[in-house]
């Protein structure tokens, strides 16, 4: 067992994270001075783009596994997964952080990002959509709040945080409920717009289901990825149970994407060798038809090799599927009306300094909170 | 722990409880109907010559203060080019500078006007004013209003955070957003509501030469063009011009329709009826545009949030009731 | 009797003018002149428009 | 309309001697007859093709008919005033019979006429100005006794070509104004109706311009062949464009600036007549180009304030009331304006990239995974971030 302290800081991957993360920093204070037409290749045909897609709904999937293990934990009283409550609220709260930031580097008028909390309109998703963002991240802040506290040795706060957690943890499964699938919510306006291979009704129950197979992986990928790098042994238990919780929640999203692909676009419409539906079954094989065939192998499930690609093509297909709904499934209208989109380099930079940032600050946190106590003691 | 175990699952449930209780009733939250003073637009696109006056004039007139396209600090109209000379001005598109556009749909020759065969026909594209706007209802800040007694979709800059959602959710491709600008605003037709109180109407309707588009009452312009459509083509008919009601009428002899108003149904209906002499999707209106309301289609799910909140709560705190009944004193 | 004399077409004036004359020892005693081509303009103008009345009216001679 | 019977040969009299006695020189007449070439839309050098044709041939012989005509068309004719113009057309052609010119009348003129045709049988031009009444047996225009239609039949038969100068003779013109009290028709229908071949070319316009009249003239005589016709038999060198897209008011129609009344600010300033009817959208001909009278800018009806009425297009002027407002023939020009739809089945090269770009990350981390990750045992010392 490795002592956080021992953890460098000055790694040449940190280095070019720490790189990417001013650059970044330095594109999006461009981006603030001279507006979004300057720096991002957004028109008025493609409103939304690259950062929506990756950031936002990619960024709020990612962080899908906070709840759930929050929830497993504190609500369902699983204490197997404890060892990993805290790093997957923090993952779920480094998320969070960069879904908000996103969000206000992608509105017009940034520094009127607080208008959804006094001007509320409740028929629009946006507004349910921002009001979850600040209270979850809130909630995340709270939950993540004893580990701050003990490293400050605040036994009075953290007996407070304690107390009330249970109940804080209750508040955060509900707004993440809501908040995932008020994600898919966000699109069921645009039924003319997206391709049926992804519009539905239904779209708002397919991004929660989606964003709990995300975060069991997420939270499974990062418990291998972080066992490496700081060289302490996982727990193959865990890992063990978070790989049977993803594959059933995968069947369950199988079983919702095939129902409502034969009530709606039809099985044809996949293989007509279109754009769409191409992407549609990158989707669908990478993220759920390949994870499915291989966790259904129990040898799968006890590898943790295995494990850790299953999770891998999970994550990937999750996050195929928030670009599809965000910026492929549009392509079609988008194009037919003339318009173009591919991301401007400073779209992608500042993209990579936000996922340089959640590295960084995890690996930060890693090394001076106690973010693995079950592994040190 | 001791203390509030009690006392959470209470609140909990009763927080749950009553926010099911109180669910919103789906239909309160956008109109169904046309307001009965509702103002509007009639564009006859067989009318249409493509002299681009209510382009021009919908730039003059709305550069104004309250007008569509005003801002601070504004000397000119807002110019496509911004070369010093502005002399010239061609917008390609709407745009955050245009909210008022003439296109033309062209195929073989282009020699018969309002033919889909070597033929030819003008669009006027701007906002169509629905009736139950998906814009509004999608505008988490609402800077998009619906005034209740017009009918006109209006904004309202100061609430506005520039999050482009409304562009996402209008059917019709029509606000358009200050891309060049530090602090954008969205930019669309306001039907001219700042002339109203001058006793003036849509700019574009008062300055078109040939009543192509008309001003007037929602009801009245539904009236006229489901007149104009029963009309045997190539008989003359007085085009009224300016305004539905105008005295000044233009005889012509009527065109050959298609036998659809467009704008009656569509995405619940709007309040910018068009007609035209070729289909309306080769003038780049989605043949599948939904006649439902699109707002229901959100409301669908929202008007289900207090029910899940109440399940979440409920359900969680009697799970964690069962799953927690032996660690007392832990 | 008379000796009667026909002049059809007049030349190097506008319109068709044709004239008839009598002549009885040497003078003319009886003279008809007739333009020989009517367009109707006073027909067409019936009913019209005042706005365009002048497009008509003043074609009716070119000179 | 390419097999042509016009032929005019022979006879070498130097019309350029003839000409040079009046004071004309060769230098003169070889400008004129460049800008008859500019004006038909030839190359330049072609003007020395003109004057040689012109000056080698024998005059042609032509017999211009008046009909149901004001003499506008002859008044604008003459007035085509280049310094010697009037005489150079004198001197051109030889013009065998012309009511408003001729010397003689009565007799003599109609004798001459006869001998004429007799004597140039399928060689003359027959130039008709006015339109020839058909009701009641054509009694409303009467030459020398006979009806203008037995005339325009009888003389129409025997010639090179016909000209139709003027609206009335090219498709009725005023005097077919509704109720078309006399059944005033153009000529190439009075021929058409009688069975006659002969082919016939309209100048209209009330006036018509005097050089597309001549510049169609000097065609035959060059070429031996009628210029290119539209379809209502018009030159298209002349009829080919809208008077809308050569109109000097057009950049005022473009950004929506209309007189509405005779008179208004918008009238003074020179805006755009569309709302006070102007038929120039629908209108063939190049009066904006060539204006009238040699006299420089602005000397046509546009340019002078009025709306063009559309006298060289049948079916627009006198039928059309002068307060309609016209209905444009065709987009000009066509780039102007935006496509209403794209409609581009395509997904843009673009969107498709980045999707192309993102599939190859998916399948490449996802294979790459996959590859390594699989077969592998589990290894616990693995130390590489990502």
């Given at each position: 067992?490795?002592?956080?302290?021992?953890?460098?800081?000055?790694?040449?991957?940190?280095?070019?994270?720490?790189?990417?993360?001013?650059?970044?920093?330095?594109?999006?204070?461009?981006?603030?001075?001279?507006?979004?037409?300057?720096?991002?290749?957004?028109?008025?045909?493609?409103?939304?783009?690259?950062?929506?897609?990756?950031?936002?709904?990619?960024?709020?999937?990612?962080?899908?596994?906070?709840?759930?293990?929050?929830?497993?934990?504190?609500?369902?009283?699983?204490?197997?997964?404890?060892?990993?409550?805290?790093?997957?609220?923090?993952?779920?709260?480094?998320?969070?952080?960069?879904?908000?930031?996103?969000?206000?580097?992608?509105?017009?008028?940034?520094?009127?990002?607080?208008?959804?909390?006094?001007?509320?309109?409740?028929?629009?998703?946006?507004?349910?959509?921002?009001?979850?963002?600040?209270?979850?991240?809130?909630?995340?802040?709270?939950?993540?709040?004893?580990?701050?506290?003990?490293?400050?040795?605040?036994?009075?706060?953290?007996?407070?945080?304690?107390?009330?957690?249970?109940?804080?943890?209750?508040?955060?499964?509900?707004?993440?409920?809501?908040?995932?699938?008020?994600?898919?919510?966000?699109?069921?306006?645009?039924?003319?717009?997206?391709?049926?291979?992804?519009?539905?009704?239904?779209?708002?129950?397919?991004?929660?289901?989606?964003?709990?197979?995300?975060?069991?992986?997420?939270?499974?990928?990062?418990?291998?990825?972080?066992?490496?790098?700081?060289?302490?042994?996982?727990?193959?238990?865990?890992?063990?149970?978070?790989?049977?919780?993803?594959?059933?929640?995968?069947?369950?999203?199988?079983?919702?994407?095939?129902?409502?692909?034969?009530?709606?676009?039809?099985?044809?419409?996949?293989?007509?060798?279109?754009?769409?539906?191409?992407?549609?079954?990158?989707?669908?094989?990478?993220?759920?038809?390949?994870?499915?065939?291989?966790?259904?192998?129990?040898?799968?499930?006890?590898?943790?090799?295995?494990?850790?690609?299953?999770?891998?093509?999970?994550?990937?297909?999750?996050?195929?599927?928030?670009?599809?709904?965000?910026?492929?499934?549009?392509?079609?209208?988008?194009?037919?009306?003339?318009?173009?989109?591919?991301?401007?380099?400073?779209?992608?930079?500042?993209?990579?300094?936000?996922?340089?940032?959640?590295?960084?600050?995890?690996?930060?946190?890693?090394?001076?909170?106690?973010?693995?106590?079950?592994?040190?003691? | 722990?001791?203390?509030?175990?009690?006392?959470?699952?209470?609140?909990?449930?009763?927080?749950?409880?009553?926010?099911?209780?109180?669910?919103?009733?789906?239909?309160?939250?956008?109109?169904?109907?046309?307001?009965?003073?509702?103002?509007?637009?009639?564009?006859?696109?067989?009318?249409?010559?493509?002299?681009?006056?209510?382009?021009?004039?919908?730039?003059?007139?709305?550069?104004?203060?309250?007008?569509?396209?005003?801002?601070?600090?504004?000397?000119?109209?807002?110019?496509?080019?911004?070369?010093?000379?502005?002399?010239?001005?061609?917008?390609?598109?709407?745009?955050?500078?245009?909210?008022?556009?003439?296109?033309?749909?062209?195929?073989?020759?282009?020699?018969?006007?309002?033919?889909?065969?070597?033929?030819?026909?003008?669009?006027?594209?701007?906002?169509?004013?629905?009736?139950?706007?998906?814009?509004?209802?999608?505008?988490?800040?609402?800077?998009?209003?619906?005034?209740?007694?017009?009918?006109?979709?209006?904004?309202?800059?100061?609430?506005?955070?520039g999050c482009r959602y409304c562009q996402l959710a209008c059917p019709f491709r029509i606000p358009r957003y200050e891309w060049d600008s530090a602090s954008p605003q969205?930019?669309?037709?306001?039907?001219?509501?700042?002339?109203?109180?001058?006793?003036?109407?849509?700019?574009?309707?008062?300055?078109?030469?040939?009543?192509?588009?008309?001003?007037?009452?929602?009801?009245?312009?539904?009236?006229?063009?489901?007149?104009?459509?029963?009309?045997?083509?190539?008989?003359?008919?007085?085009?009224?011009?300016?305004?539905?009601?105008?005295?000044?009428?233009?005889?012509?002899?009527?065109?050959?329709?298609?036998?659809?108003?467009?704008?009656?149904?569509?995405?619940?209906?709007?309040?910018?009826?068009?007609?035209?002499?070729?289909?309306?999707?080769?003038?780049?209106?989605?043949?599948?545009?939904?006649?439902?309301?699109?707002?229901?289609?959100?409301?669908?799910?929202?008007?289900?949030?207090?029910?899940?909140?109440?399940?979440?709560?409920?359900?969680?705190?009697?799970?964690?009731?069962?799953?927690?009944?032996?660690?007392?004193?832990? | 009797?008379?000796?009667?004399?026909?002049?059809?077409?007049?030349?190097?004036?506008?319109?068709?003018?044709?004239?008839?004359?009598?002549?009885?020892?040497?003078?003319?005693?009886?003279?008809?002149?007739?333009?020989?081509?009517?367009?109707?303009?006073?027909?067409?103008?019936?009913?019209?428009?005042?706005?365009?009345?002048?497009?008509?009216?003043?074609?009716?001679?070119?000179? | 309309?390419?097999?042509?019977?016009?032929?005019?040969?022979?006879?070498?009299?130097?019309?350029?001697d003839r000409l040079r006695e009046q004071g004309v020189s060769r230098r003169d007449f070889l400008k004129f007859c460049t800008g008859v070439a500019v004006a038909l839309?030839?190359?330049?050098?072609?003007?020395?093709?003109?004057?040689?044709?012109?000056?080698?041939?024998?005059?042609?012989?032509?017999?211009?008919?008046?009909?149901?005509?004001?003499?506008?068309?002859?008044?604008?004719?003459?007035?085509?005033?280049?310094?010697?113009?009037?005489?150079?057309?004198?001197?051109?052609?030889?013009?065998?019979?012309?009511?408003?010119?001729?010397?003689?009348?009565?007799?003599?003129?109609?004798?001459?006429?006869?001998?004429?045709?007799?004597?140039?049988?399928?060689?003359?031009?027959?130039?008709?100005?006015?339109?020839?009444?058909?009701?009641?047996?054509?009694?409303?225009?009467?030459?020398?006794?006979?009806?203008?239609?037995?005339?325009?039949?009888?003389?129409?038969?025997?010639?090179?070509?016909?000209?139709?100068?003027?609206?009335?003779?090219?498709?009725?013109?005023?005097?077919?104004?509704?109720?078309?009290?006399?059944?005033?028709?153009?000529?190439?229908?009075?021929?058409?109706?009688?069975?006659?071949?002969?082919?016939?070319?309209?100048?209209?316009?009330?006036?018509?311009?005097?050089?597309?009249?001549?510049?169609?003239?000097?065609?035959?005589?060059?070429?031996?062949?009628?210029?290119?016709?539209?379809?209502?038999?018009?030159?298209?060198?002349?009829?080919?464009?809208?008077?809308?897209?050569?109109?000097?008011?057009?950049?005022?129609?473009?950004?929506?600036?209309?007189?509405?009344?005779?008179?208004?600010?918008?009238?003074?300033?020179?805006?755009?007549?569309?709302?006070?009817?102007?038929?120039?959208?629908?209108?063939?001909?190049?009066?904006?180009?060539?204006?009238?009278?040699?006299?420089?800018?602005?000397?046509?009806?546009?340019?002078?304030?009025?709306?063009?009425?559309?006298?060289?297009?049948?079916?627009?002027?006198?039928?059309?009331?002068?307060?309609?407002?016209?209905?444009?023939?065709?987009?000009?020009?066509?780039?102007?304006?935006?496509?209403?739809?794209?409609?581009?089945?395509?997904?843009?090269?673009?969107?498709?990239?980045?999707?192309?770009?993102?599939?190859?990350?998916?399948?490449?981390?996802?294979?790459?995974?996959?590859?390594?990750?699989?077969?592998?045992?589990?290894?616990?010392?693995?130390?590489?971030?990502?």
């Amino acid at each position: 067992m490795t002592k956080n302290n021992d953890i460098k800081m000055m790694t040449p991957t940190t280095i070019v994270l720490f790189i990417i993360l001013v650059a970044g920093a330095v594109t999006a204070v461009y981006r603030m001075l001279f507006g979004l037409g300057a720096a991002t290749n957004l028109n008025d045909l493609w409103p939304w783009g690259f950062w929506i897609g990756v950031d936002v709904l990619g960024g709020v999937a990612m962080a899908a596994g906070g709840f759930i293990i929050a929830g497993a934990v504190y609500i369902l009283n699983w204490k197997k997964y404890k060892v990993i409550v805290r790093p997957a609220i923090l993952n779920a709260f480094f998320g969070y952080l960069l879904a908000a930031v996103s969000i206000f580097l992608d509105i017009g008028r940034s520094f009127r990002i607080w208008h959804p909390m006094v001007m509320w309109q409740v028929s629009s998703i946006m507004f349910i959509v921002s009001i979850h963002v600040v209270l979850y991240t809130t909630t995340l802040a709270t939950e993540s709040s004893p580990m701050i506290f003990e490293k400050l040795g605040m036994k009075k706060a953290l007996g407070f945080v304690n107390r009330i957690m249970a109940p804080v943890v209750l508040f955060g499964v509900l707004l993440s409920t809501l908040h995932q699938s008020s994600l898919g919510a966000v699109y069921l306006i645009i039924p003319t717009k997206l391709s049926p291979l992804w519009y539905s009704n239904k779209l708002p129950y397919m991004f929660l289901v989606s964003a709990v197979m995300m975060g069991l992986s997420m939270v499974s990928f990062e418990t291998i990825l972080s066992a490496r790098v700081f060289k302490h042994k996982p727990h193959m238990e865990v890992l063990k149970g978070l790989a049977r919780g993803t594959l059933i929640v995968i069947c369950v999203y199988l079983a919702l994407k095939v129902f409502d692909l034969i009530s709606g676009a039809g099985i044809s419409a996949v293989f007509n060798g279109s754009f769409t539906s191409n992407m549609w079954l990158l989707e669908m094989v990478a993220g759920v038809i390949l994870p499915l065939v291989l966790l259904s192998m129990k040898s799968t499930r006890n590898r943790l090799n295995s494990i850790f690609v299953v999770n891998i093509l999970v994550i990937l297909g999750v996050l195929l599927n928030r670009l599809n709904v965000g910026i492929f499934g549009v392509a079609e209208y988008a194009s037919m009306a003339g318009s173009d989109y591919f991301p401007s380099w400073m779209e992608l930079i500042v993209t990579a300094a936000m996922i340089a940032f959640a590295v960084l600050g995890f690996k930060v946190c890693a090394k001076y909170l106690d973010l693995y106590p079950e592994t040190q003691h | 722990m001791e203390l509030n175990r009690r006392d959470f699952l209470k609140t909990v449930a009763g927080t749950g409880l009553a926010l099911a209780s109180q669910a919103i009733p789906a239909a309160a939250i956008m109109p169904r109907e046309v307001p009965p003073e509702a103002v509007g637009i009639l564009y006859d696109a067989t009318l249409c010559i493509g002299c681009k006056s209510c382009m021009v004039n919908c730039k003059q007139y709305n550069s104004v203060p309250d007008g569509a396209l005003y801002s601070k600090d504004m000397k000119n109209p807002p110019f496509e080019l911004t070369t010093p000379e502005k002399i010239w001005d061609a917008p390609k598109d709407l745009s955050g500078r245009t909210v008022n556009i003439i296109k033309a749909y062209k195929t073989g020759t282009g020699e018969n006007k309002d033919a889909d065969v070597n033929g030819y026909s003008f669009l006027k594209q701007h906002c169509l004013h629905c009736i139950s706007p998906a814009c509004v209802s999608a505008c988490p800040v609402g800077a998009l209003k619906k005034d209740p007694v017009n009918g006109v979709v209006y904004y309202i800059e100061d609430r506005c955070i520039g999050c482009r959602y409304c562009q996402l959710a209008c059917p019709f491709r029509i606000p358009r957003y200050e891309w060049d600008s530090a602090s954008p605003q969205v930019r669309k037709c306001q039907l001219c509501r700042h002339r109203y109180q001058e006793g003036k109407y849509a700019a574009c309707c008062e300055f078109c030469p040939t009543g192509a588009s008309i001003f007037g009452k929602v009801v009245d312009l539904r009236k006229e063009a489901e007149k104009r459509l029963a009309l045997q083509p190539g008989r003359e008919y007085a085009f009224p011009v300016q305004t539905v009601n105008s005295k000044y009428k233009m005889p012509r002899a009527v065109s050959k329709y298609q036998k659809h108003v467009y704008g009656l149904t569509e995405a619940g209906g709007t309040q910018y009826l068009l007609l035209a002499g070729i289909p309306f999707e080769l003038l780049g209106f989605n043949k599948n545009i939904t006649d439902g309301v699109l707002p229901d289609l959100t409301w669908a799910y929202i008007s289900k949030i207090p029910t899940v909140i109440a399940a979440v709560l409920i359900g969680g705190a009697a799970t964690w009731a069962i799953t927690h009944r032996n660690d007392k004193g832990e | 009797m008379a000796k009667r004399i026909t002049i059809d077409p007049i030349t190097r004036i506008e319109g068709h003018l044709r004239i008839d004359c009598e002549i009885e020892g040497g003078s003319v005693t009886n003279a008809w002149a007739s333009g020989q081509m009517w367009r109707g303009i006073e027909t067409i103008l019936k009913g019209r428009d005042p706005r365009e009345a002048w497009i008509f009216t003043q074609r009716f001679c070119g000179v | 309309m390419n097999d042509q019977k016009a032929d005019t040969s022979q006879e070498p009299v130097s019309t350029l001697d003839r000409l040079r006695e009046q004071g004309v020189s060769r230098r003169d007449f070889l400008k004129f007859c460049t800008g008859v070439a500019v004006a038909l839309g030839l190359p330049l050098g072609m003007g020395e093709a003109i004057a040689e044709a012109v000056a080698n041939q024998k005059r042609p012989p032509v017999l211009w008919l008046s009909a149901q005509e004001c003499t506008g068309c002859t008044e604008s004719l003459l007035r085509s005033n280049h310094p010697t113009f009037e005489k150079l057309i004198l001197e051109l052609i030889s013009l065998e019979y012309h009511e408003t010119l001729l010397a003689g009348c009565g007799k003599q003129a109609e004798d001459w006429r006869v001998k004429s045709m007799k004597e140039n049988k399928g060689r003359y031009i027959l130039v008709v100005d006015g339109s020839i009444p058909v009701k009641d047996n054509g009694i409303y225009c009467k030459i020398g006794g006979k009806t203008a239609q037995s005339l325009l039949e009888e003389m129409g038969a025997q010639a090179a070509a016909v000209i139709a100068i003027g609206s009335c003779a090219s498709w009725g013109g005023i005097p077919s104004a509704d109720p078309n009290p006399t059944g005033a028709t153009s000529a190439h229908e009075v021929l058409k109706m009688k069975g006659i071949t002969t082919p016939v070319v309209n100048i209209p316009g009330c006036p018509p311009n005097p050089y597309n009249f001549l510049s169609t003239v000097l065609h035959l005589l060059t070429f031996r062949k009628l210029p290119e016709l539209d379809e209502q038999a018009r030159p298209k060198f002349a009829y080919g464009r809208l008077i809308h897209e050569n109109c000097e008011r057009r950049p005022h129609f473009d950004s929506g600036r209309f007189a509405v009344q005779f008179g208004d600010e918008g009238h003074r300033k020179g805006y755009c007549l569309y709302k006070l009817g102007c038929k120039g959208p629908e209108t063939f001909a190049n009066c904006p180009s060539i204006l009238y009278n040699d006299v420089g800018a602005g000397a046509w009806p546009v340019g002078t304030g009025h709306p063009c009425f559309g006298c060289t297009e049948k079916g627009v002027g006198f039928t059309v009331p002068l307060h309609y407002p016209a209905r444009p023939k065709y987009i000009t020009p066509p780039t102007f304006f935006t496509e209403a739809y794209p409609g581009k089945p395509e997904v843009a090269p673009g969107t498709k990239a980045l999707a192309a770009g993102v599939a190859g990350a998916v399948i490449g981390a996802a294979g790459a995974a996959m590859l390594t990750g699989l077969g592998k045992k589990d290894d616990e010392n693995k130390d590489k971030e990502e």
